[in-house]
């Protein structure tokens, strides 16, 4: 016994229907991780800055704060990976809540260009008003600092079996954060050993440049995704060789943008002198390219059958 029409098109639309969570309605290893490093590292900011003040040393107060506005971009993240899961499946984003993580790197850039702006004004000010340092002390502090950023670097090391980008940039900073605590050992060693009080304070500034930086890049990276920029063309090229390569098809407007931070929407308008239905020209797309949501219309050359433009 043949379908009947109501019954054909609930068939049709049931194949059609999906969401857009994409797996952010699960908790994942990043997350936790991610919390983890929190916690060890707000400890470990506390003591710097404390010990910063009592022993008054900018670069070891730099290296504090610098790991204060890390506390600060992970918090972030952290709750970007959690917004991100309890919304998974919230209709009212188009797209999924894949966006979240770059809407917090985007606020975790502007944050920590704040933290460099003072870090640098009071740089500034100790290389104009030099003050004494406790170097031993400061030394032991900051060595310890080092040893946090690094275990905080393997505790964030990628395990899973795609990149996620906002444990990246996480990563990153982390790394970002050793250099700073290098640069603040290096300049309490001399200045202990040679008496270089300036060097305390110019190694504040170096830090300073470095989370500066650090924040621009973050603020391009974030807001080319919150703006919807194209893919990379290595992407769009891709694309348009697989459905073009051996047939008369040809790609005559491409869309490609990031909806999630492990893959793309896509919007593909095809003109063909044969076309062929939505699902053969899906078929064709790079599977590891990641494209998560993709729109085809297709366009005869010539009269042809009127095929209906088709998503997944």
Known sequence: MGLTSPELHAQCLARLAHDHAWGHEAARGAERRT?????????????????GLWSGSLALLADGLHMGSHVAALSITAWAYAYARRHAHDQSFSFGTGKVGALSGFASALLLGLFALGMGVEGVQRLLR???VAWGAALVVAALGLVVNLASAAMLHEHEGHEDHNLRSARLHVLADAFTSVLAIVALAAGRTFGWTWLDAAAGLVGAVVIVRWSVSLVKDSAAVLLDRSAPDAVCARIREAVETGSADRVADLHVWRVAPDGY????????????????????LPPDLALHHVNVEIHPCQHGPDLATGSS
């Open 130 to 132: 030099p003050e004494p």
């Open 35 to 51: 919390r983890g490093v929190i916690a060890l590292t707000l400890v470990t900011m506390v003591v710097e800055v404390v010990a």
């Open 265 to 284: 929407a896509a919007v593909i308008a095809i003109v063909s002198d044969t076309p062929r239905t939505p699902d053969t020209y899906r078929a064709l």
